[in-house]
């Protein structure tokens, strides 16, 4: 996706505020069923609303409303959360992944990592707690993208170049790559580089800005190496 396509898909998305309320209330509560509001009786004199706060709010406002406690995470939210059932990975509690994002069979999001929308995880790589992965950015195979990372998206302000992490490709913690870098295939970033400029294959990378050390050798290798048993999936 291109930074025109996702900015008119946010700004021409119907907003949307959805809630879930638990009330108590006198007599029956009229049952609806549409796409923006449902009413759930679980009992004499209680039910669950779920729905758009909109339709809900007027309801609340009823005599027969004794008390409720109302619950809600997002407002005039534009773009919903992945559906994470159809995937193939493994999807830890207290991420969040949104729409229009790709995400290949084995890959690990763990606790707290942000994905984008328009961004593409390639399979078997792992996104580690609270990692930023940008709109648009664009992750290869067997990549590891460490604890509090950032790779920057490219929605706003807008560029033409996101960020391409190539395959095999270490992502120190705290690193952060900026908008348009390109890290090469089997390259490593030091924790909390700060990546200005591409970065070619096979080299280890280090400080603010980020500079060439090294090339990867058989002792970084195996620094580096990622466990393939965190990537089973029940069979």
Known sequence: MDYKEIADLIANAKKKTP?????????????????ELKVFPTGAGTSILVGEWALMQPLLQSQQVRYYHLEND????????????????RIEPGSVIRE???????????????????????AGTMVDMNAVVGARAIVGENCHVGAGAVLAGVLEPPSAEPVRI??????????????????????VVAAGAVVVNDVPANVVVAGQPARVIKQVDEKTKDKTALLKELRRLND
């Open 74 to 89: 997002r407002r005039n939210s534009a773009i919903p959360l992945l559906d994470l059932k159809p995937l193939t990975a």
């Open 166 to 187: 190539e395959d095999n490709v270490l992502i120190g913690a705290n690193a952060v790559v900026l908008e348009g870098c390109t890290v090469g295939k089997g390259s």
């Open 100 to 122: 229009k994002v790709e995400i290949g069979e084995r890959v690990i999001v763990m606790m707290g990592a942000v994905i984008n929308i328009g961004a593409v995880i390639g």
């Open 19 to 35: 809630v879930m309320v638990f009330v108590r209330h006198e007599g029956e509560f009229a049952e609806q069923n549409s796409e």
